[in-house]
């Protein structure tokens, strides 16, 4: 077995062995294959191959989801929660595509850690490069798979340096590659001194492992060509004189990364990965919230709403609610407060997503994620807890980057397209801006796809032919202040005015310029690009 956890002795059983985590990667780079591995050696589904075929089944039902398909992006997340070994593992699946980085941002607010995948021969890509400074914003701690390594990939000192100086993070190599391409035969486990020998008859097959002792064992010798085994010894000396050696607590702080390396086709280096989230993986961590922290091994239950997924069967108009427990042990039925409406709610039917069929949640625990069917209480940003006032902070909206008007086909519509962008609104979809002077709706989105997304969304849901078009502003800007200044500053400005669906006031502009002028006009107002969801 690895090394002892350097994590909390003192947390319940249960709490400590969840894994709460999400894949970054680019597209491409293998992390629908690996999810599905992973899902397979976690008994959750039967046979590799079903996630996908899930997935486009309900792809498939409408329009929306089949221009999603035709695209190859991946807008909805869920999450999935599967046992590996004493391990419970609940991986958030993240969305693919930059379009969707705020939901994806988000998403990274409700893990604990995130495993990145890169692909053998292209090394860190743009999209990957994103989402890890996402994660280094908060810390989180990354383990490492690089993929592909049956293909013809890069030279392995060359991958691990790429990502040590393009990531500015240490990395610490967990497993050693031997040969490379189609003389790829496996890996010399270097936290373990084992060898793992690929099966590439049986792309199912978990990798035979064989127990030697370090590199000079003559056991290598059977199994390894002349060639290659030279190689291995010369390299591995080399890695373990230049490269840090793996550091636990360094890990968890996020300064290093250990890599893996594999084929998640062939099933190889899937199961040391998922040794390796679940040895040197955080269990669920303190929670940021205000006026407290919330720490997991509370008594009482409280967690976080960082995603609401609407219209999931098209049949009932419902929504999910993606709720993180923060803390506390869930049991079905429990009343929870909802803490921005101060009211209670009853939580009778939540689902835990088990590989990718839902199924109804009896207990939960910090760390999990459930999912909680309503009809538009939940918002993104909100808390739930026993009773107590307390608001999860770090969960930030951003300015959209693209503004447009948007107007309903037939004019005597306009009441239920103004019902239909708050739904989107706050579900986190678009931003809704609803100006003072003037008709119509400023619809904010961070890429240009989104639009299309939208109108095809509201056309189907809501049965409403829209039309976007150019706007004459390109910033959006929340603005606040003390109410005097506020104000004064509202009445000179009202045609740049406007107010997103919680009613906080919007600054909208084509000109940085105004942005400086307001800066210098109003010393006490402030103009923000972000706002927390609450
Ligand atoms: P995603 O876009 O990151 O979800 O990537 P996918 O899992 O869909 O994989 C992209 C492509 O790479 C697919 O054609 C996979 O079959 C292929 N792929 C995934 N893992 C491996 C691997 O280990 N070796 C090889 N040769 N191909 C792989």
Redesign the pocket.
């Known amino acids: 077995m690895l090394d002892a956890l350097p994590n909390r002795p003192d947390l319940p059983a249960e709490i400590a062995r969840r894994r709460t985590f999400a894949i970054i990667?680019?597209?491409?780079?293998?992390?629908?294959?690996?999810?599905e591995k992973f899902l397979l050696f976690g008994g959750a589904i039967q046979m590799a191959g079903q996630v996908?075929a899930k997935g486009e089944a309900r792809r498939t039902r409408s329009d929306f989801m089949q221009m999603e398909k035709d695209r190859?992006i991946s807008v909805s997340a869920s999450a999935m929660s599967f046992d590996f070994r004493e391990f419970r593992f609940n991986l958030v699946d993240t969305p693919?595509h930059s379009d969707f980085s705020e939901d994806t941002y988000r998403t990274l607010t409700a893990v604990d850690a995130a495993v990145m995948?890169i692909d053998g021969a292209k090394g860190v890509e743009s999209q990957t490069q994103k989402l890890f400074e996402v994660c280094r914003l908060r810390d989180l701690p990354i383990l490492t798979f690089c993929?592909?390594?049956?293909?013809e990939s890069r030279d392995t000192f060359d991958i691990i340096d790429e990502i040590q100086e393009n990531l500015a993070i240490d990395v610490t190599p967990a497993s050693w590659p031997i040969g490379v391409g189609r003389d790829f035969m496996g890996c010399y486990d270097m936290l373990r001194d084992r060898l793992e020998l690929m099966d590439r008859a049986d792309r199912n097959r978990v990798a035979e492992s064989i127990e030697i002792n370090g590199l000079d064992d003559p056991k290598l010798e059977e199994h390894v060509p002349a060639h290659l085994l030279e190689k291995l010894r010369e390299e591995v000396e080399m890695a373990r004189e230049l490269l840090p050696k793996l550091d636990p607590q360094s890990v968890l702080e996020g300064h290093m990364t250990p890599i893996w390396f594999?084929?998640?086709?062939?099933s190889?280096g899937v199961k040391e990965l998922m040794d390796g989230i679940g040895t040197y993986g955080p269990e669920p961590q303190v929670q940021r919230a205000q006026p407290r922290e919330i720490a997991p091994d509370e008594k009482k239950v409280a967690g976080f709403v960082f995603k609401v997924q609407a219209n999931m069967d098209p049949k009932h108009r419902d929504r999910v609610a993606f709720v993180r427990l923060a803390s506390g042990h869930f049991i079905r039925g429990m009343k929870l407060t909802h803490v921005r409406t101060k009211k209670p709610m009853a939580i009778s039917n939540p689902v835990l997503f088990l590989a990718s069929d839902r199924e109804l949640a009896e207990e939960a625990w910090a760390g999990d994620i459930i999912g909680i069917p309503n009809h538009g209480q939940l918002r993104i940003g909100d808390t739930l807890t026993e009773g107590e006032a307390i608001r999860v902070t770090g969960i930030p909206s951003f300015a959209p980057e693209l503004l447009q008007t948007c107007r309903a086909g037939d004019p005597m519509k306009a009441k239920h397209l103004e019902k239909a962008l708050m739904q989107f609104a706050e579900e986190g979809a678009a931003k809704v801006f609803k100006p003072e002077f003037g008709s119509g709706f400023i619809v904010g989105v961070v890429g240009a796809l989104q639009f299309e997304v939208l109108a095809s969304r509201i056309e189907m849901e809501y049965g409403l032919p829209v039309r976007f078009e150019p706007s004459q502003f390109t910033s959006a800007r929340w603005a606040s202040g003390p109410k005097t200044a506020l104000d004064k500053f509202i009445a000179a400005n009202k045609q740049h005015i406007a107010h997103d669906n919680d009613g906080d006031v919007v600054y909208l502009t084509r000109l940085q310029w105004d942005i400086d002028r307001i800066a210098r006009d109003y010393p006490d107002v402030t103009l923000s690009a972000t706002k927390e969801m609450m």
């Open positions: 990667s680019h597209p491409d780079a293998g992390k629908t294959t690996l999810t996908r190859g693919g995948v993929n592909k390594m049956d293909r594999g084929s998640a086709i062939n190889f």
